[in-house]
């Protein structure tokens, strides 16, 4: 029998450009642990459910050609019955090229909650063409969590 990776690795077909907006849907982001279902659900079509872990990291990558600031953000759903949320920091990271610095926004969220994050807009300025790594983070706390829901990831320029 193969050995299946572990984590899910981005579909570039469930990345869509709109002129230099990027929506990223769920199979079209890097998730750690993706590929277990134990761990995750990420269907063909729909949000990708967290069932359980204590190491979140959903990432992805976008190719910028214009220079321009540029904003993160992800759609997120906890379902109701999410859990191991509560006092934990969830981070929305990005940087420009694989040895750029962080910027990131901390976020708190809790079950019933379907929203944008981050809710201050998280700003990287692109000087020129270059990759845009991003991702939503939660790998501090060693907490059991589950019930997020990722609906999509977009990266869009600032008007």
Known sequence: MPFKKPH???????ITKDGDKFVILPRG???VWG???????????????LTQ??????SGVVPITKAATYSVSFEV??????FGWKGTDVLVMAKIGKTGKYR???????PGQNIVIP?????IPVVGPSDLHF????????????GLEIIKAVVQPLP
């Open 119 to 123: 809710s201050e807009q998280l700003e």
């Open 135 to 146: 991702g939503l983070y939660e790998v501090w706390s060693g907490k059991w969590k589950g």
């Open 53 to 58: 872990v204590s190491w979140l990291e959903v």
């Open 8 to 14: 899910h690795t981005s579909d570039k077909n469930c």
């Open 35 to 49: 590929n277990d279902s134990r761990y995750w659900k990420i269907p063909e079509q729909g949000p990708a459910e």
């Open 29 to 31: 982001l890097n998730i």
């Open 77 to 82: 759903n906890v379902k109701e019955d999410g």
């Open 104 to 110: 990131f926004k901390v976020n708190n969220l809790s």
